[in-house]
């Protein structure tokens, strides 16, 4: 716990393995035969509390460990319940019991580490108060003499970057040597909560030039780990250190308590085999690994290190041909693109939806594209609606994919089934939530947000699809308060690899002038929504029941109270012409959504393009 912590832990790392504890919570749940918070231990209310604590780091210390982590993964204001000051104190306590722990093995030459685990975020606590804290339980760290920092379990790198960056620059300043080691968690796949691969996440993080160590931990036991590092290219890391701390196995809840298999052995040969074949330099367990396994591994894995030459490393590519699906790929200068919005139907009869494709084809639109159940209510699924209409008119189609009902499994599926169907266009959204009344039968899925799924997008087509990949793209809410923060939102989702943006429908002024700024600021292909409605009814309902689509009285007063459905459609044409008279400077093209499917009306408003 010295200045120099860095630069003995990287002289130990150049020639030896270095290996760490198992899991705290899990065998503190285990050995106590509780489902209290372990790190409410730290502060416990008598000695004994707290010396349960000292004595399972001593067991992992006798048991050949030489870097524990400190009981604190959950030491954060969210799942402790505790102010800042409270939180400061935990880890103070962790801290000073962690090395009292050291102290009565009589470890010398031995390495501690901060544990910082992910803070739970909501409506009410956001990414940056978790940025904030991310920091501060760091500056906890510093301040009780460590240097060494271990963010473990995340999802991905950004929410914990700009805290790192803080604490790196604290150290610079303060003259110190800082040792930061990030681990991700993820599935049985190699992606984790936020649809980013293991890849992805390793390579941003060694790139970044701020993290020491990078690995993976949590989420798989040994054997998916084992194919997950033996299938990554190590030479995008560079000299960074890398880490696997895999789970003893997969859990089983037994009497409501969440309980692992008991395999030390086979654990320890598949880690050793980790070792030996993928180059790792710090091996160790997460949940449901105990002492016994700590003990068995450092019995069998060799600490010193052997030359070796991962061998997955990146052969000379050959060159391929690439099919280009885009819809927007024959675009001239001056073409407007033209998407139209068909809602597939709620029930078994589609014959209304194909006699629409079949008359749109006849004028010339891009692309077809097919709602995923909005609102949260069941409608035909979107690729199987878009496959038959493609498959009947030979029209470019596209579905959304919303991540309300699906896992990262089923989308996955979703892609490889639609993309032998020849779909490749896609808009990937977040999803309206489930409605109210029918929460307590249906509950949505949301693994992750629209940005994850287009990581999951961009690396299948690095994977999956090289020859054909998927185009996909975003929505765009202009209406957010916050116009810079759906501007950094169409960043993310550029940076995800959308390649086109779909926005609400635009009915004022107000809404113009804010998608022209998205425009201005991201450089983003854009298709403005419009949508023509057809009479006073139809637009009071749309203004007052759709989330979304604002409509401003102005528009609603356009519509004569009563009035046939050959004037209704006529004020909808009207007002949908102003709206691209509007935007034509700087649009690339537009997204019709008609109601009741009258796409009869878009001939007379294409006569204004």
């Known amino acids: 716990m010295q200045n120099n912590t860095k630069h003995r832990l990287a002289a130990y790392l150049e020639k030896n393995r270095l290996i760490t504890d198992g899991s705290f919570g899990t065998y503190y749940a ?68 962690a090395a009292a722990a050291i102290r009565n093995c009589g470890k010398k030459d031995f390495f501690l580490a901060g544990d910082i685990g992910p803070i739970p975020l909501d409506a009410r606590y956001g990414a940056e108060d978790a940025e904030n804290e991310y920091y501060k339980i760091g500056r906890g760290f510093m301040e009780e003499g460590l ?77 998916h780990m084992e194919q997950i590092i033996g299938a990554l290219d190590r030479g995008k890391f560079g000299e960074t250190c890398f880490i696997a701390l895999p789970n003893a196995g997969y859990p089983k809840r037994v009497r409501n308590q969440v309980r692992f298999e008991n ?12 070792a030996n074949q993928c180059g790792v330099d710090i091996v160790g367990g997460c949940c449901g690994t105990t002492p016994e396994y700590i003990r068995l591994l450092s019995e069998k894995l060799e600490r010193t290190k052997k030359p070796c030459i991962p061998g997955n490393a990146p052969k000379k590519a050959k060159p391929v041909q690439i099919s280009n699906h885009a819809f927007f790929k024959e675009r001239i200068n001056g073409h407007k693109l033209i998407a139209v919005e068909l809602a597939p139907p709620a029930n078994a009869n589609d014959e ?43 029209m470019c189609v596209m579905p959304h994919i919303c991540c309300r009902d699906k896992n990262a499994i089923a989308m996955r599926s979703t892609f490889l089934g639609a993309h032998i169907n020849d779909i490749h266009n896609f808009l990937i959204i977040t999803g309206d939530p489930v409605p109210t009344l029918i929460r307590q039968t249906t509950k949505a899925v949301f693994n992750f947000d629209s940005v994850g799924l287009m990581n999951i997008a961009r690396d299948m087509n690095e994977e999956s699809f090289p020859t054909a990949p998927l185009t996909y793209g975003g929505a765009i809410n202009q209406g957010r308060k916050n116009l810079d923060v759906e501007i950094a939102r169409v960043y993310k989702k550029m940076e995800a690899g959308a390649s086109f943006f779909l926005t609400q429908p635009v009915f004022t002024d107000e809404a113009v002038a804010r998608v022209r700024t998205i425009k201005k600021e991201t450089g983003a292909r854009i298709l403005c929504g419009i949508m023509p409605f057809v009479n006073r009814k139809n637009a009071l309902f749309m203004k007052n029941e759709i989330a979304g689509v604002e409509v401003s009285d102005e528009i609603i007063y ?27 400077d700087f649009a690339d093209g537009y997204y019709f959504s008609f109601p009741f499917i009258r796409v009869h009306m878009l001939k007379q408003i294409l006569q204004k393009l």
Not at 78 to 83: F, I, Q
Not at 363 to 382: A, H, K, M, N, Q
Not at 561 to 581: C, F, L, M, P, S
């Open 147 to 223: 240097d060494i920092l271990n963010f473990e379990t995340f999802p991905d790198l950004e929410r914990v970057l700009p805290a790192i960056e803080r604490l790196k620059a604290d150290a610079g300043r303060e003259n110190r040597a800082l040792f930061i080691m990030v681990q991700f968690s993820v599935n049985q796949f190699g992606y984790s909560a936020a649809g980013i691969s293991a890849g992805r996440l390793l390579t941003g993080a060694a790139e970044c030039g701020k993290i020491d160590a990078i690995g993976l931990n949590c989420g798989v036991g040994p054997g």
């Open 558 to 584: 356009r519509y004569p109270e009563h009035t046939t459905r050959e004037e209704g459609e006529a004020v909808g044409i009207v007002i949908a012409q102003d709206i691209i008279a509007k935007t034509q």
């Open 352 to 394: 209304k939806v194909l006699d629409a494709a079949h008359y749109l084809k006849d004028l010339g639109v891009d692309v077809l594209t097919f709602p995923d159940s909005p609102s949260g209510r069941t409608r035909v699924d979107s690729v199987l609606m878009a496959e038959k209409v493609h498959r009947e008119t030979g």
């Open 263 to 274: 395999h030390p052995d086979y654990f320890v040969d598949k880690v050793v085999g980790i």
């Open 30 to 97: 285990d050995k106590y035969q509780t489902n209290e918070m372990p790190e409410l231990a730290n502060c416990g209310r008598d000695k004994d509390t707290q010396e349960r604590v000292v004595q399972i780091h001593e067991e992992y210390i006798r048991a050949g460990a030489a870097l524990v982590r400190t009981n604190t993964f959950a030491s954060n204001t969210v799942l402790l319940g505790e102010k800042d000051e409270g939180v400061r104190e935990n880890i103070r306590q962790a801290v000073r019991l």
